[in-house]
Each structure stands twice: as structure tokens, then as C-alpha cells.
């Protein structure tokens, strides 16, 4: 059951990455309801995921916080 909360974060991130300011949102609200170790594994996709979307690279702080 925790992997699915984790594949639906990610889902949520993908679909708001047009907007920064909601990404940043719905990051907090991740941080908030995920498992550390599932934090941790939100990172590692986090960083190849903003790769090419500059303007997102800033919510990296909100997770590393």
C-alpha cells in the first residue's frame, strides 16, 4: 500500500509541473504523508524528473529541508 501513495505522488508531480507554485504545494503535501524511506526515494526521482525543468529546480530545497 505505500508504494501506491508514492506512484500517485509521482503521478500528482508530473501533472502540475507546468506550474511552479503548485508543484511546490503538492511536493509539501508529499513530504508530509510519505514514509522517510519513501522520501528518500522521492529525491532520487526528483532530481532526474527536474532535469530539464529549470524553473522547478528551487522545489528541490523544499524536500531536502
Known amino acids: 500500500m505505500p508504494r501506491a501513495m508514492l ?3 509521482k503521478t500528482v508531480l508530473q ?3 507546468f ?4 508543484f511546490a504545494k503538492e ?7 510519505l514514509l522517510p524511506s519513501e ?3 522521492l ?4 532530481q532526474y524528473f527536474l532535469l530539464d525543468k529549470p ?3 528551487p522545489t528541490l530545497l523544499l524536500i531536502k529541508a
Open 19 to 22: 506550474d511552479a507554485k503548485l
Open 43 to 46: 529525491k532520487i526521482w526528483l
Open 7 to 9: 506512484d500517485y505522488t
Open 27 to 33: 511536493l509539501k503535501k508529499a513530504v508530509s504523508r
Open 15 to 17: 501533472k502540475v509541473s
Open 39 to 41: 522520501i528518500e526515494e
Open 55 to 57: 524553473e522547478l529546480q
